[in-house]
């Protein structure tokens, strides 16, 4: 029987409202909701692969146990039996941090996932965790916290309203938006045009964004904290400054501007790229325009100085009178407030409570910067990684030299992988539970409406049954909680009820309902499906500050001590001499058909001329010989991958990018048209050993390799 149903799609942080077309067991077409009153009928390319994984004949429908090299079917409960029992074996002969926890980026796309990951990692009491996050916006959310108070609280740019959209490392119109909400964002991005708005692109490469822009300049990798720092500078020289209301609780604005003080734009002209006028102009026109919003992502994170970088856009924005503001970078009230609900139990986050073990990094919230997980495996002593849970990640592709990580896997006691594919990191598990996806599941975004450009929420619910024995991801979290439970237990503990069980008998969805209902808009789960297209709650609202704040006086130090340690490292960087002529210095990119490491198994998406490519400067390829569509090899102070050249003057010169989360060429992995259409991992080439100093966040960008024609 044919019906059309509505859902949302949950492959980036888009959230695109989507109308699938079901006949029976199988989808005949997804399209764009018009009537999704955010979303307004956009979708991108990728939406039609949500069906292509749910039926992809690689996916694992069955728990599997890995037996030497091969991984055979086992049932759930053996499979979870023997889980529990080894994580609990493991932390009792060799202390609770001997098992470790990684989350991967999926996981921010499951509500009930994400409820009952947080009550495993708390029974786990390991201090082993990492995520994503840490290869990722780990120095956006050190320097919210350190500017507000709490980690999530990061502003997101009011671009239906801003005049003045100043980007930096971030290109919204291929990866559709980050820490940004915002379905459609390329129309949003020519409606600031067709108003008489500025859009301002700052990224090595001249990208798809910046074409939309019609303003662009190439900066060096690594430097945005320089560039940024010069604007402040200018602001300050030039008395742009108007904190307006903000001066009333804002405390260090000398302490800024002294610190600014040496970054001027002609010191930091020659290590950025930019010229000195170039710069001036920029930071009076921010300062200026009535409306104006300054964004970094990805690029300005995962660099050197992530976070003194993502510091001094946040304060760019409030020295410049556009924080908190309508058209500035402002902060949202969505349904469910996780904000609001992390704060009331504490959760704002923490910095260096304790460190890791064998490189002294600090933790953030409770996590440790990914860099380090090879090490803290490989490294015997008191707290050695033993055992590894991985729910939604693939770490071999995604985190700094994920050949080293690969090799520290094969070491482990233990691992543990809670996902839809054997991949470059699963294969290494020794047992992995396969969950549910997209259309089988109801959804809200319980993560994401956080940073969304306007109010707005929608439930979705599951069309589809899980497919063969898969599992929802938080039924099979609350399952080994409670096995875990129950194999530490014995004794007097074994009479008490055990919240694993309870949260488990309350299950995500009225856990979701109280969410909603005690949320700043006071829905319900039954308000949201009676509207299955989406609630708009209206656009984001201004002056949420000092309410707001999560500090502890209830002020902002809008120059504190930890950013301020880092200016005399970041004024070395003024003179640090260019790489040798030799060396280039490699960044990586996002492509509209390609979702990080793992949609590469949809033909749909991989089809077509071959997309891992390394793009370089034409100069750069002169002088090395290359020509386009060669095959040249790429090496690091870590490992060596071969690529075909791609040459474009989109490139700045000295500087190549090639895409992240490819390199499928892995034995043991069971992805055939992955592997069919390989690629090469740029992480094959960054390096664990290159942080940001504050967070520990993985430093991608600004990585010298060098580049040669291979010679058949
Ligand atoms: N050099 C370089 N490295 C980067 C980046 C970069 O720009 N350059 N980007 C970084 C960023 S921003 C990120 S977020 C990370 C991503 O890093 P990861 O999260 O580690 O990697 P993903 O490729 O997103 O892998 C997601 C995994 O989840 C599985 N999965 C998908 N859906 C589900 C589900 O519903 N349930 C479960 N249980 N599993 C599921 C997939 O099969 C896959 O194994 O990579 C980072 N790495
Ligand atoms: N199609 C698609 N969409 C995605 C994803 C995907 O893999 N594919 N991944 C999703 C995820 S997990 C995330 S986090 C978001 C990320 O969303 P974005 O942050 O928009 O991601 P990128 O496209 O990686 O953009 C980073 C930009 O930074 C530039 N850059 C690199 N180094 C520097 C530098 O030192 N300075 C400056 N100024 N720029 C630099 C790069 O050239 C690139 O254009 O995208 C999400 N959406
Ligand atoms: S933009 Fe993102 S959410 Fe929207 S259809 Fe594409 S992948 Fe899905
Ligand atoms: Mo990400």
Redesign the pocket.
């Known amino acids: 029987m044919k019906e059309t149903r509505l859902h949302t799609c949950m492959l980036?942080?888009a959230v695109c409202g989507i109308k699938v077309e079901v006949d029976g067991d199988r989808v005949t077409a997804v399209r764009g909701d018009p009537d999704d009153p955010f979303s307004r009928g956009h979708v991108?390319p990728?939406v039609a692969a949500i069906d292509d994984i749910r039926t992809d004949p690689d996916r694992i429908l069955a728990p599997l146990r890995r037996d030497g090299d091969r991984h055979v079917e086992v049932s759930w409960d053996r499979a979870l039996d023997e889980a529990a029992e080894q994580i609990v074996r493991i932390q009792k002969e060799h202390g609770r941090h001997s098992v470790a926890v990684y989350l991967g980026?999926p996981v921010a796309h499951t509500y009930s996932g994400l409820m009952f990951m947080m009550l495993l990692s708390k029974m786990l009491r390991t201090h082993s965790r990492f995520s994503?996050s840490s290869v990722?916006?780990l120095p956006q959310m050190v320097a919210a916290w350190s500017l507000f108070g709490h980690q999530l609280l990061m502003p997101v740019p009011d671009v239906d309203r801003t005049d003045f959209f100043l980007i930096?490392?971030?290109?919204?119109v291929?990866?559709?938006?980050?820490i940004m909400t915002a379905p459609g964002i390329a129309d949003r991005i020519k409606a600031i045009r067709a108003r008489g708005g500025r859009v301002v692109v700052?990224?090595?490469?001249r990208?798809e964004?910046a074409e939309l822009a019609g303003e662009h300049h190439f900066?060096?990798?690594?430097?945005?904290a320089l560039l940024l720092f010069a604007m402040v500078h200018v602001i300050f020289a030039e008395r742009l400054a108007r904190l307006g209301r903000f001066a009333a609780f804002t405390d260090g604005v000398d302490a800024l501007e002294r610190a600014a003080r040496d970054f001027s734009p002609e010191a930091v002209a020659p290590a950025t790229g930019i010229a000195a006028d170039t710069i001036r102009e920029l930071a009076r026109s921010f300062a200026k325009a009535p409306k104006a919003a300054c964004y970094?992502?990805?690029?300005?994170s995962?660099?050197e100085f992530g976070s003194v970088a993502s510091w001094l856009v946040y304060v760019l924005n409030l020295v410049t009178g556009h924080l908190d503001e309508v058209g500035g970078s402002m902060f949202t009230t969505p349904a469910a407030d996780m904000v609001d609900v992390t704060a009331r139990s504490g959760q704002t986050g923490h910095y260096a409570r304790w460190k890791s073990r064998v490189r002294g990094l600090p933790e953030f919230g409770g996590e440790l910067p990914v860099a380090v997980l090879s090490e803290e495996i490989e490294t015997p002593g008191d707290g050695q990684i033993r055992a590894l849970i991985t729910f939604a990640g693939n770490p071999v592709l995604s985190t700094p030299n994920g050949g080293r990580l690969e090799r520290a896997l094969a070491k482990l006691d233990f691992m543990l992988s809670i996902d839809i594919y054997k991949n470059e990191t699963t294969r290494h598990a020794h047992i992995i539970l396969p969950t549910t996806f997209g259309l089988e599941r109801d959804h809200f975004d319980l993560a994401l409406n956080i940073y969304a450009v306007r109010n707005a929420a929608r439930h979705a619910a599951a069309i589809f049954p899980p497919a063969g024995k898969t599992r929802h991801d938080w039924e099979i979290l609350a399952d080994l909680a409670s096995r875990i439970d129950r194999k530490r237990g014995g004794g007097w503990r074994s009479f008490i009820p055990r919240s694993s069980d309870l949260a488990r008998r309350i299950g995500p969805r009225r856990a979701l309902d109280l969410l909603l209902r005690f949320g700043p808009h006071r829905l319900s789960l039954r308000a949201l499906e009676k509207q299955p297209h989406g609630i708009d709650l209206g656009a984001l609202r201004p002056e949420q500050l000092p309410r707001r704040l999560f500090t502890r006086t209830k002020r902002i130090d809008i120059a504190p001590a930890l950013f301020l340690d880092q200016v005399p490292v970041l004024a070395k960087r003024l003179t640090r001499s260019a790489p040798p002529e030799e060396r280039l210095e490699l960044?990586?990119?996002?492509?509209?058909?390609?979702?990080?490491s793992w949609m590469h198994n949809s033909l749909r998406l991989v089809k077509g001329r071959e997309r891992c490519t390394l793009l370089m400067h034409p100069d750069d390829a002169a002088a090395r010989g290359i020509a386009d569509g060669a095959e040249v090899s790429v090496r690091s102070s870590v490992g060596a991958v071969v690529a075909k050249a791609e040459i474009s003057d989109e490139m700045a010169r000295g500087v190549v990018?090639l895409p992240?989360?490819w390199g499928h060429d892995r034995r043991g992995i069971d992805l055939r048209i992955a592997s069919a259409h390989a690629g090469a991992s740029v992480n094959d080439l960054t390096e664990e050993l290159s942080v940001d100093a504050i967070s520990g966040n993985a430093s991608?960008?600004?990585v010298h390799v060098a580049v040669e024609a291979v010679r058949p």
């Open positions: 980036c942080e991108c990728k980026n994503a990722d916006q930096l490392g971030a290109n919204p291929v990866s559709n938006g980050s700052i990224d090595p490469r990208t964004t900066i060096r990798p690594g430097t945005d970094g992502r990805v690029g300005t995962t660099q960044i990586s990119r996002r492509q509209l058909r390609s979702n990080n990018s992240h989360g991608f960008s600004g």
